[in-house]
């Protein structure tokens, strides 16, 4: 991707999130992105073909810097004091999260979030599968390793929802803690 399309996909991120902060997912059309991105129509189709494509794209964007981040752990880039780190990958997507850069709190309160949430999930699980399944599994070898992805990531994405119902009052740091003591029994 050239220097023009990383501008472009910038512009377009930045309008949905201004849109998502603004509005329900559900409510926000395309042409109300392309609008605000100050693009064109065939602009818009050149990067996503859809807006669903456009939220998968900023699911994946996130995603993308969590998967890379397992094996460079700690890196700060502003989010964490010099010396606090967060103590696993899920930690730092937590920090993310309350970080809220991309709106993805807006969209895992919406009542609409079934799309989001699926795409959600679908990453979690990758992120589950190499955090937890490809290490040496110590308990519950005879199950099968998809249903203790599933479990996993259906945990972590439950506990997220809880936490930004009751006003995320927990810190990630702590978050990670209960998400950790909850899990490393399973596996």
């Known amino acids: 991707m050239d220097r023009r ?3 472009t996909r910038k512009a377009i991120f930045i309008a949905f999130n201004e ?19 100050d693009i064109g129509r065939t602009t818009f189709y050149a990067h996503f073909d859809t807006k669903e494509a456009l939220l998968e794209a900023l699911c994946e964007d996130l995603f993308l810097h969590i998967k890379d ?17 967060p103590v696993s990958v899920f930690g730092h997507l937590l ?9 993805i709190l807006e969209l895992l309160a919406s009542d ?15 992120l589950v599968q190499g955090y937890f399944i490809n290490q040496d599994r110590k308990a519950n070898t005879n199950l099968p390793d998809d249903f203790i992805i599933n479990h996993i990531s259906g945990s972590f994405v439950e506990m997220v ?8 009052k927990e810190s990630p740091t702590k978050l990670d803690h209960y998400f950790h003591a909850v899990i490393e029994p399973i596996i």
Do not use: C
Not at 25 to 32: A, C, G, N, P
């Open 69 to 85: 981040s397992i094996n460079h752990l700690p890196h700060a880039h502003g989010l964490y004091q010099q010396s606090i780190y």
């Open 95 to 103: 920090q993310h999260l309350q970080q809220n850069e991309n709106k």
């Open 19 to 37: 849109l998502l902060s603004k509005k329900a997912y559900d409510k926000i059309t395309v042409q109300e992105v392309i609008s605000a991105a």
């Open 5 to 7: 399309q990383k501008r």
């Open 161 to 168: 929802l809880w936490w930004v119902k009751n006003g995320m």
């Open 112 to 126: 609409n979030n079934e799309i989001f949430l699926r795409y959600f999930r679908d990453h979690l699980n990758e």
